[in-house]
């Protein structure tokens, strides 16, 4: 199970932390990844922390944003800097083992003036 929380209304140009905590998996084993959705398009992949710590980051986030994990907590986290309102969307952790997967609920995050 994953438990997402975090987002929130910001404005243009502020900051989020969005978090994800796992129970039930063994999750030190686990890739991490932040996806997200926004209304009408579909669900992308934002960023992805490896189980040995590497990093991947979509285009469209490389600067801005940054993943981490905590293993001692179950935590994997997504710092989000210099927001843009092309970020709103609702954003999802996923968990990944070879082909076992699982998805946490969507946290929303709004990105306005």
């Known amino acids: 199970q994953l438990q997402a929380c975090g987002g929130g209304l910001v404005q243009p140009g502020g900051s989020l932390r969005l978090s994800c905590v796992a129970s039930g998996i063994n999750f030190r084993f686990y890739g991490m990844s932040w996806y997200r959705q926004a209304p009408g398009q579909q669900r992308e992949l934002v960023a992805t922390?490896?189980?040995?710590?590497?990093?991947n980051y979509a285009d469209s986030v490389k600067g801005r944003f940054t993943i981490s994990r905590d293993n001692a907590k179950n935590a994997v986290y997504l710092q989000m800097n210099s927001l843009k309102p092309e970020d709103t969307a609702s954003y999802y952790c996923?968990?990944?083992?070879?082909?076992?997967?699982?998805w946490g609920q969507g946290t929303q995050v709004t990105v306005s003036s």
């Open positions: 996923n968990a990944k083992f070879f082909k076992s997967s699982h």
């Open positions: 922390v490896f189980s040995g710590g590497n990093t």
